[in-house]
């Protein structure tokens, strides 16, 4: 019943930028932590950036200095600031989010996925 959309995905130029989005909707009562992993083509599903509700943020070491994760509580929307992009960093990006249908009942979601293309 929560929905997490991915927008903001395309294709760049080694070196450009690009912004990633994810709005949460549905019958939330609040979200915890939420994030972005990705999965290139023949790799395994890989953890990228995350953030608490309180703005805590984690980052895997290979985008560490070149994204920027961050949100929006009012809007349950996460954001995922890519610079200095790489073709290494080709892949379909998933936003997740911890969230909370009731006071106690709390659940992991995924978005759909969008994809980045880096282009060397």
């Known amino acids: 019943q929560v929905q997490l959309v991915e927008s903001g995905g395309g294709l760049v130029q080694a070196g450009g930028s690009l912004r990633l989005s994810c709005a949460a909707s549905?019958?939330?009562?609040?979200?915890?932590?939420m994030g972005w992993h990705r999965q290139a083509p023949g790799k395994q599903r890989e953890f990228v950036a995350s953030?608490?509700?309180?703005?805590?943020?984690n980052y895997a070491d290979s985008v560490k200095g070149r994204f920027t994760i961050s949100r929006d509580n009012a809007k349950n929307t996460v954001y995922l600031q890519m610079n200095s992009l790489k073709p290494e960093d080709t892949a379909v990006y998933y936003c997740t989010g911890t969230v909370k249908l009731t006071s106690r009942a709390i659940s992991d979601y995924w978005g759909q996925g969008t994809q980045v293309t880096v282009s060397s």
């Open positions: 549905g019958s939330i009562f609040s979200i915890d932590a």
């Open positions: 953030i608490t509700s309180g703005g805590s943020t």
